[in-house]
């Protein structure tokens, strides 16, 4: 009678995706959860949530993803659907498009930089950044 849509089991158990400092990922990354960065990634992340790279966290390569906090270092594309909060002691070195940005004083910020209000930034079949036209 009441057919109820059942809840991804990452939002059931509400845990985060970690990778801990002293790892090493040379790869792409795509996931549906939250995800929380304390280690390194050589290679591309994308993900329907939120990212964290922790204060010890680096990436070098592109990144897509709804939200982001970054503590730690990145250089590559970024594509935030949301916001990106740039914490006080991160270092990001490339292209930025977001939809709002938050940068705290202190913080190494050395990247273009394309807010997109009216704009949605989605991922393609393949797992690749896509800008398109929001409708």
Same mark, same amino acid.
């Given at each position: ?24 990922? &040379?790869?792409? $990354? @795509?996931? +549906? ?9 050589? =290679?591309?992340?994308? /993900? ?40 006080? &002691?991160?270092? $990001? @070195?490339? +292209? ?9 004083? =202190?913080?190494?910020? /050395? ?25």
């Amino acid at each position: 009678m009441f057919d109820k849509k059942p809840k991804p089991y990452t939002d059931l158990l509400g845990k985060t995706n970690r990778i801990v400092e002293g790892t090493t990922i &040379k790869g792409d $990354i @795509i996931s +549906e959860a939250d995800f929380r960065l304390d280690g390194e990634l050589i =290679g591309n992340f994308n /993900s329907k949530g939120k990212l964290v790279i922790g204060p010890l966290g680096i990436i070098t390569g592109d990144i897509v993803c709804k939200n982001a906090d970054i503590e730690g270092k990145f250089k590559g594309k970024i594509q935030v659907l949301e916001i990106l909060n740039v914490k006080q &002691k991160a270092v $990001i @070195i490339g +292209e930025v498009t977001v939809g709002k940005l938050s940068v705290e004083p =202190g913080a190494d910020f /050395s990247a273009t930089c394309k807010m997109q209000s009216n704009s949605k930034i989605t991922l393609a079949n393949d797992g690749q950044p896509k800008t398109g036209e929001g409708k």
